[in-house]
């Protein structure tokens, strides 16, 4: 073997040896061949892809940051005890959610909410589904400091949805309550409140969606024939069963309203939620504290929205405001001289286009205020100065005692067909009108489905009383009015809905 091979062969045997040792030194150390040795660090993840971030977004996110903390300690949890579900009550369950306890069970149950402190000695608001039925002792607050506290039940406001309950407490961290006037769809708001009963302080983000919801829940867990104020804030900042009055709050970490509802098909969040402005909650709050009660002003009227056949049918070039369908004799609007057929443009210098706005308009206001009102009548705009009353649950009278007398036509049973509408009427028989306690009109028999007369709401058994502002004996009167007029024109008729109801029902005739 040549020198050259030995030289080469001593250093493979050299190489080996060191290699040798280095494996069995990992195999000591516990590491396998391939990992970092244990006193070298293990690095994971890759670099700060955006290592400057955006100046607005930042400021956005510390924003979000600043308001949750400064709010979340005002919005407590609130756990009601109920007993056996109260006669009548008629929470809605399929697509329309309020946040309420469970009380469709006979026995005890319990339910869980949320509620906002709004002065330092203890008094919280919330909703009136929240507590609706809640046992005596049965109301218990939790702080976000995990304090736990009984809570007596103030007063309720059922038409609002609103509550106040008070805890014994001194320097509580009240909320800051904002102006619910001059929001805008798209305005970012954070919801805060303890969703699920248990997931306490939690804060979601989204924007304002829309405004001026009337979604019919409060009215339909009331009982349809009740009273109700809706005009909500709708937003999708995620709110589910347990957010119910806990707080909408703006950038400014103001609340802005208390969440009430939502919309869903499976009862938990899909995007829906809904809140009660603060400003109707303020006035609300401010009269349980004071009285124990609301003292609620009210105009005396009732309303509907103006859609364009309407406005056709009174002479209107553009549908707004808000129609006046009957006014309660007696009452604030009556004594200020409105009438029925009057459209309502605007109060205090604010326009009105759909009641649920003019009711919570009117829901910030007392009796004995006084409000300036500017009138729309037979192509006249003029302003009526009115002094609101407590409410008066006298209904309207079923037939208009000054109007003109007018031939009775004879034939009591005679029918007319208005094909063009899809109406079928006929005269009123001496029995009929004793019954129904009308001394004129034609009776409602067939509405054909789909048709101008069903989507603008006639239905069998009502009576025309007047149609486009003259007094109806009998059929050949309502064709005859019917016959002046071309196609395209639009109609008002004045309707008796049944014995305690008449409206006003605009038709277009068929082009």
Do not use: C
């Not at 939690?202 to 009337?214: C, L």
């Amino acid at each position: 073997m040549s020198k050259k091979s030995i030289l080469m062969a001593i250093g493979l045997i050299t190489l080996g040896i060191i290699f040798g040792v280095a494996l069995v030194g990992n195999f000591s150390s516990g590491v396998r061949l391939g990992f970092a040795r244990g006193d070298q660090d293990v690095k994971l993840g890759g670099p700060v892809p955006l290592p400057t971030q955006n100046s607005t977004i930042k400021a956005l996110s510390e924003n979000f940051a600043a308001v949750s903390k400064a709010v979340t300690p005002s919005v407590v949890g609130i756990t009601v005890t109920t007993e056996a579900k109260k006669p009548g009550r008629n929470i809605p369950q399929d697509f329309w959610h309020f946040f309420a306890p469970d009380q469709d069970q006979p026995q005890r149950s319990q339910g869980f909410g949320s509620g906002v402190i709004i002065t330092p000695d203890g008094y919280i608001v919330t909703n009136n589904h929240v507590v609706d039925g809640a046992s005596k002792g049965g109301i218990e607050v939790t702080l976000s400091d995990k304090a736990t506290l009984k809570a007596t039940l103030v007063g309720t406001d059922p038409t609002t949805d609103v509550a106040i309950i008070k805890v014994e407490g001194k320097n509580l961290p009240a909320a800051a309550l904002g102006n619910s006037e001059g929001l805008h769809v798209g305005e970012w708001v954070l919801a805060i409140g303890n969703p699920l009963g248990f997931l306490t302080s939690t804060v979601t983000q989204g924007i304002i969606s829309a405004m001026g919801r009337n979604i019919d829940i409060i009215r339909a867990a009331q009982g349809r024939a009740n009273y109700a104020i809706e005009n909500f804030i709708q937003t999708d900042a995620a709110i589910n069963p347990g957010n119910s009055g806990g707080a909408l709050v703006n950038m400014n970490g103001e609340v802005i309203g208390i969440n009430t509802a939502i919309a869903s098909t499976s009862g938990m969040f899909q995007g829906y939620g809904f809140a009660i402005p603060v400003n109707i909650v303020k006035t609300v709050a401010a009269d349980l504290i004071r009285y124990g009660e609301v003292r609620r002003g009210y105009i005396g009227v009732q309303i509907k929205v103006v859609d364009q056949t309407l406005a056709d049918a009174i002479g209107m070039k553009e549908a707004k405001g808000v129609f006046v369908d009957g006014v309660v004799k007696g009452g604030a609007g009556d004594q200020a001289g409105l009438k029925d057929g009057d459209v309502i443009l605007s109060i205090d210098g604010r326009e009105m286009n759909a009641p649920n706005e003019l009711q919570s308009y009117i829901a910030t206001k007392h009796i004995g205020d006084e409000v300036a009102i500017t009138v729309y009548r037979e192509g006249k705009t003029f302003e009526k100065k009115v002094a609101l009353k407590a409410r008066d649950t006298k209904e309207l009278a079923s037939a208009d005692e000054e109007s003109a007398p007018v031939e009775k036509e004879s034939g009591s049973t005679l029918k007319a067909s208005f094909k063009g509408l899809g109406l079928t009427v006929r005269n009123l028989t001496k029995e009929e009108k004793d019954e129904l306690g009308v001394e004129r009109g034609v009776l409602v028999t067939e509405v054909e489905p789909y048709s101008e007369a069903a989507k603008r709401g006639l239905q069998p058994n009502m009576v025309i009383l007047d149609a486009d502002k003259k007094p109806l004996s009998g059929t050949a009167e309502l064709r005859k009015v019917f016959e002046r007029k071309k196609e395209g024109d639009s109609v008002l008729l004045r309707v008796r809905i049944d014995k305690e109801t008449v409206s006003f029902v605009a038709v277009q005739l068929a082009k």
